[in-house]
């Protein structure tokens, strides 16, 4: 029973991070740039930020959930931020191969430090977690902090393990696609360009509906 809660963490992580979001894209774009070993560090850390919000939104649902409904200028500054990067990245996909380079896009020098920030701030997630949390709570068992400490660790690592697992696996997409396109990245700016606007419209769509 007790490893359960190592399962279920880990089938939750798995479904929250197969859309395509901030991190998935970043993980996808270092594999490209560079390799699995440098995209699997910003894996990792977003592994970590995956348990803190699972951990917050653990501890205090409620408080997290009336927080981004008074505050919504931080779903805003998200929407047009995934916008506006979707827009920078269409742009580097008309840019000629050979002009591209003057216009790259730096990144922190910390794949730890990126995974972890964009794991993070990441408002749409904590979300996420606060629904999956209460889900829980009502149809199958208990989940709260009083719970005790074997099973709470169980969960976060469950979290973390698929969260990693599901990254990898966007790594290992992405690295294909540098092989099949001989190191070309047009396609995958357009990929990301597109994937990042489409975010920021559905997030804009479910933000006027709410």
Known sequence: M???????????AIVGAIPLGAVNLAVINTAIKENIKSASYIALAAGIGEIVLAFFALHCSMELSDFFHENQWIQISFIVAFLLIGIYFMHLASIPRQ?????????SNSKVLTGFSLALLNPPVIIYWILAISLTNKHIFTLTTQNPLSTLLLF????????????YFYGKW???I????GGSKTKLHRI???ALITISVFQSIKFIIE
């Not at 002009?99 to 990144?107: P, R």
């Not at 976060?156 to 990254?167: A, H, R």
């Open 2 to 12: 007790i490893l359960l809660y190592l399962l279920f963490g880990t089938l939750i």
């Open 99 to 107: 002009k591209s380079k003057q216009y790259k896009l730096k990144l």
């Open 156 to 167: 976060f690592i469950g979290i973390y393990l698929g969260k990693i697992g599901t990254l």
């Open 174 to 176: 992405g690295n294909k």
């Open 178 to 181: 540098a092989k099949k396109q």
């Open 192 to 194: 990301i360009g597109i």
